[in-house]
């Protein structure tokens, strides 16, 4: 088992920046992919980025790519999510997730992700 633990949402105003992180416990945190996903009140949990077990390689979705970064320290079991130029569209519970296979299968979406965190609610403001 693999518990995750997120923090760092909040309200913010739309231009702002926010850091999320998510803390990892259980098994070994350099064996899993790791991402963040987003879902707003009545729509599917949606994919925002992911990344590698060794942090060298990244994906993300095309809403957030030149916004948002991703990135984890193995040595401290915690994957981080930069938020910067936040718009008021981004406003959702954010998800971390950890997943045995590929940062790249993660991409296809939240069926069949291993570890699910409980989720921070982020709201940005117009």
């Known amino acids: 088992q693999v518990q995750l633990v997120e923090s760092g949402g909040g309200l913010v105003q739309a231009g702002d920046s926010l850091r999320l992180s998510c803390a990892a416990s259980g098994r070994t945190f350099n064996d899993y992919s790791m991402g963040w996903f987003r879902q707003v009140p009545g729509k599917e949990r949606e994919f925002v980025t992911t990344?590698?077990?060794?942090?060298?390689?990244?994906y993300y979705a095309d809403s957030v790519k030149g916004r948002f970064t991703i990135s984890r320290d193995n040595a401290k079991n915690t994957v981080y999510l930069q938020m910067d130029s936040l718009k008021p569209e981004d406003t959702a519970v954010y998800y971390c997730?950890?997943?045995?296979?590929?940062?790249?299968?993660?991409?296809?979406?939240?069926?069949?992700?291993?570890?699910w965190g409980k989720g921070t609610l982020v709201t940005v403001s117009s």
């Open positions: 997730a950890a997943d045995r296979g590929t940062s790249s299968s993660m991409r296809r979406g939240p069926t069949g992700i291993d570890f």
């Open positions: 990344i590698n077990t060794s942090g060298a390689t990244t």
